[in-house]
């Protein structure tokens, strides 16, 4: 079992910065990738960034160029760096964790942090 907990939403004007914190405990060592999920009111929740065990990345092309998704192996925690908000940021993000062993693969969610950007 693999838990999340995410931190570092609020209200931030449009063109300010904020960094999410996605915390994991339980049984790591199977994780294939992490990465962040947001879902706006009335919409479907949808990929944000990614990062893979080898350290590559994807991201949304909405998000390009102002957020950054990185990983202290350390302190076990995912972080998601994002500049230059606007309003159409705002959403309810989620960590996420997959697992690829043991079959089958698990998807594991945090409770999810919400974002406001105002204009």
């Known amino acids: 079992q693999v838990q999340l907990v995410e931190s570092g939403g609020g209200l931030v004007q449009t063109g300010g910065s904020l960094r999410l914190s996605c915390a994991t405990s339980?049984?790591?060592?199977?994780?294939?990738?992490m990465g962040w999920y947001r879902q706006a009111p009335g919409k479907q929740r949808g990929l944000v960034a990614v990062i893979f065990n080898g350290g590559s990345t994807n991201y949304a092309d909405s998000v390009k160029g102002r957020f950054t998704i990185s990983k202290d192996n350390a302190n076990n925690t995912v972080y998601l760096q994002m500049n230059n908000l606007k309003p159409e940021d705002t959403a309810v993000y989620y960590c996420?964790?997959?697992?690829?062993?043991?079959?089958?693969?698990?998807?594991?969610w945090g409770q999810g942090t919400q974002v406001t950007v105002s204009s």
């Open positions: 996420n964790a997959v697992e690829l062993y043991p079959p089958p693969i698990k998807n594991y």
């Open positions: 339980g049984s790591r060592f199977s994780i294939d990738r």
